[in-house]
């Protein structure tokens, strides 16, 4: 067996360090067959070529996952191998399943929900929230769930540099009653918002 053209295989540098013991954990494996033909002397005599541990690359698979130095030096890949190829090609997406329509399918990972705590003058705080659109939520119905949970003035502005995305700000720091609000009513999972760590530290009761 030999290497590819332009490759060295150090046997001593890998997890077997031993020819014999890879050759027999193949032969386990039942990819080769290995024989003692002269004392002393391992050799295979056999190759399972169509072993379901591996596939054969034909010419699509070979355009598709192979670089152009590969195309004559490998001619079998592992599944594993062959699917860390494949996922290395696709373009990232994301799909939103709303209740009782189609399953929305977009470009790039999902982005969460954001809330944010700024300072305003007077050293005001609010609380924004924005990205509602990308999970299926109606900005608008939040402003009337917020302002009956929060009990603060909740005004609703668009985004910079889009035109149909809305953020919230809700007067004072809020995100408890935001987060409430969306893991326990929207039932939207905590990792999907982020900014939760902005919620005001409770301090130690005093003895």
Request: charged residues 25%; positive net charge; hydrophobic residues 35%.
């Amino acid at each position: 067996m030999l290497s590819p053209e332009g490759q060295q295989l150090d046997i001593k540098k890998s997890s077997y360090k031993k020819l014999s013991k890879f050759l027999q954990t193949m032969q386990q494996r039942q990819i080769v067959q290995v024989k003692e033909l002269s004392k002393g002397v391992e050799s295979i005599t056999a190759v399972s070529w169509k072993h379901a541990d591996y596939v054969v690359i034909n010419p699509i698979l070979c355009d598709c996952l192979l670089e152009k130095s590969e195309h004559h030096t490998i001619a079998k890949l592992t599944w594993d191998d062959l699917f860390t190829r494949c996922l290395k090609r696709l373009q990232e997406c994301h799909q939103v399943t709303f209740p009782g329509q189609n399953p929305v399918v977009r470009k790039g990972g999902i982005k969460p929900i954001n809330i944010d705590v700024a300072q305003r003058s007077s050293n005001k705080k609010v609380t924004i929230v924005s990205n509602l659109e990308a999970f299926g939520l109606d900005p608008q119905s939040l402003v009337n769930a917020l302002q009956q949970k929060a009990q603060a003035s909740v005004t609703m502005h668009q985004v910079p540099g889009t035109k149909d995305k809305m953020a919230l700000q809700v007067q004072g720091n809020q995100v408890n009653h935001i987060a409430k609000l969306l893991t326990e009513e929207y039932r939207i999972p905590a990792k999907y918002i982020a900014g939760l760590d902005k919620a005001p530290k409770t301090g130690k009761k005093k003895r």
